[in-house]
Structure formats: structure tokens, C-alpha cells
């Protein structure tokens, strides 16, 4: 059946944005390969999610870290169903430590910008070379608002501002032969990883900083990634486009000198 669907392969799919990306995906008529990294079960229920939605999908391990594990991830895909039409680097493959700069250790600071870059350089190497073949692709990378923001996560934030730089030397290969790459910059998203750090003062916060009045689930996240996946939006290339709920604007807004002069 797979064989006349588009495939889209989605890292770190077995929780959170990924998760949510993958059942996006599913409802749009996709084959979806759901990696994961140690969470088989977690990845066998966003299958199975799938299917009961009338999807088709399947679970594939990798360390999306390890080019060797990639190489193989990829190669599978290849040789089961011929193509990969989408490709979404999501995996959150080192959790972001808060600590600031002069208790943050460099083994810490470098795992997280070797994580973060490992997991979309063997990706995209990989991927670019089946897209360029085929003539056709979508890559989509996700990354954070925190690339521009001080003083809160600098090992996070390194690593995230590092891959929007690269993903746009992904997307000006990608363009030559008809590839379309964009990233996602989101602000806070209601995961559970980062759930568990929004007390109430912080939902507050955000909530009122948002043009939706409320926190930006994962659902929200999964839909613009889908959307950059869709034919409609063959034409934007190359693109660092933030999804914040309108936090950017409103922090600004909301901010006692703004309001006083406003
Ligand atoms: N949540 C937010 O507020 C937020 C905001 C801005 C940007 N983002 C970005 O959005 C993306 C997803 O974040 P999230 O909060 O949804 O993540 P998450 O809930 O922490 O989930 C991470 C997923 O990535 C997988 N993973 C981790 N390392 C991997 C590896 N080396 N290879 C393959 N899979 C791996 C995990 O699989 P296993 O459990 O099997 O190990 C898990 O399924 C990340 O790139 C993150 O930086 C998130």
C-alpha cells in the first residue's frame, strides 16, 4: 500500500512535536516512518495512533546521531518503498541545560552543539543525495526561537542558531534540483519534556503574550511543518520562519516601556 503514498520520515517521532508531526502527517495521506532512538513502545503507539486513523506507518530505530545508523535507517526506507519524499529533523537529542555560562562545563556546551548538529548532518547528507536523484523533496528542520535570545540557554541557543545557518546551506543544494528547505524556529511548545518546566507564573507569562491566548501545543507545531511539506507551498525556499503564538511582537508590546509611551 506504502508503495503508492509519499513516505515522510520524521526524527525523534516516538514523543512530543515529533510524535504530533508524524500523526499530522498519517492523517494527510503520507506513509510515515516514525524514528526513534530507546522508546520502542513510545513509537509503536504513535504507529498504532496512525493506523486507527486510517493511516499506515511504521516504527525504525536510529541514533540519529551515528552516520552509520542513519546510513542503514536511510538505505531501509529506500530499498522498502523506493522513496522518501519528506524529510523532518526534529529529534531533541540532548536536552538543553539552563545553567548559565560560568557554571556550564564545556563536555556540557559541546555535547549539546555536537548532538544538535550530528543529528541533522548525517540526516541531511544522506537524504540530499536520495532528494537529488528523485528530483523532488521537502526537508524541514525544527528549530527554537532560542537561537536569538541571551541569557537563558547559551549551549541551546549556540546550538540552535549553528543549525539555522546550516540548514540554509542544506537549502541552497536542495534548490538546484527542485528540493524546498525550510526551518521552524518555534518559541515554547507545550511538550512534555517542556511542559514539566511551566509552572504557573510561566503559563501566565506566556499565555498573555500570545495572539492565541493560550500555549502553542505540539498539534499547532505539526500543522506548519505539514503545511512546508505541501505542494501549495512549493515556492518557499529557504526559510527561517518563527512559530511563537505572536510572543515575539507581544513580549515587545507588553513591555513596561512600550506600555508607557503607548
Ligand atoms: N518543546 C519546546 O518547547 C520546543 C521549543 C522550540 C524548539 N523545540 C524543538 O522541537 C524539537 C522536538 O522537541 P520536543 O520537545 O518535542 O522533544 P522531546 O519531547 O524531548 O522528544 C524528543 C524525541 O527525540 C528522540 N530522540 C532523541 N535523541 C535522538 C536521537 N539521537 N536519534 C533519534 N531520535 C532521538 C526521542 O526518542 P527516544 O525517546 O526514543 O530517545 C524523542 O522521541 C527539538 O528539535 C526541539 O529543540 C522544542
Same mark, same amino acid.
Given at each position: ?8 520520515l520524521i526524527s525523534g ?42 493511516? *499506515?506507518?511504521?516504527? /525504525?530505530r536510529a541514533d540519529v546521531?551515528? #552516520?552509520?545508523? %542513519?546510513?542503514? =535507517?536511510?538505505? $531501509? ?89 546550516? *540548514?540554509?546551506?542544506? /537549502? ?5 534540483? #527542485?528540493?524546498? %528547505?525550510?526551518? =521552524?524556529?518555534? $518559541? ?75
Amino acid at each position: 500500500m506504502s508503495q503508492h503514498k509519499r513516505v515522510a520520515l520524521i526524527s525523534g517521532a516516538g514523543r512530543g512535536i515529533g510524535a504530533a508531526t508524524a500523526r499530522e502527517f498519517g492523517r494527510r495521506g503520507y506513509h510515515v516512518i516514525v524514528n526513534y532512538r530507546s522508546d520502542a513502545d513510545a513509537a509503536k503507539d504513535v504507529v498504532a495512533a496512525i493506523e486507527e486513523e486510517g493511516g *499506515s506507518a511504521q516504527a /525504525a530505530r536510529a541514533d540519529v546521531c551515528d #552516520g552509520g545508523q %542513519v546510513a542503514a =535507517l536511510i538505505e $531501509g526506507v529506500r530499498e522498502e518503498h523506493g522513496r522518501i519524499d519528506v524529510l523532518v529533523c526534529n529529534a531533541n537529542t540532548v536536552n538543553p541545560s539552563f545553567l548559565p555560562l560560568a557554571e556550564l562545563s564545556w563536555e556540557a556546551f559541546a555535547e549539546k552543539v555536537n548532538g544538535e548538529l550530528s543529528g541533522v548532518f548525517f540526516l541531511s547528507q544522506r537524504i540530499l543525495a536520495i532528494m537529488r536523484e528523485q528530483r523532488a523533496g521537502r526537508i524541514v528542520f525544527i528549530s527554537s526561537t532560542a537561537a536569538d535570545s541571551i541569557g537563558m540557554a547559551v549551549a541551546h541557543s549556540t546550538a540552535k542558531a549553528a543549525l539555522n545557518t546550516f *540548514s540554509r546551506h542544506v /537549502a541552497g543544494i536542495g534548490a538546484q534540483y #527542485g528540493v524546498t %528547505v525550510n526551518t =521552524l524556529a518555534f $518559541g515554547a511548545v507545550r511538550t512534555e519534556s517542556s511542559g514539566q518546566g511551566f509552572g504557573e507564573g510561566l503559563r501566565t507569562y506566556l499565555t498573555d503574550r500570545s495572539v492565541i491566548d493560550r500555549l502553542v501545543e505540539p498539534e499547532d507545531a505539526a500543522r506548519a511543518v505539514a503545511l512546508l511539506a505541501d505542494d501549495d507551498f512549493g515556492a518557499v525556499a529557504g526559510q527561517l520562519i518563527r512559530l511563537d503564538g505572536g510572543y515575539d511582537i507581544l513580549d515587545q508590546q507588553l513591555h513596561p516601556l512600550t506600555t508607557h509611551f503607548g
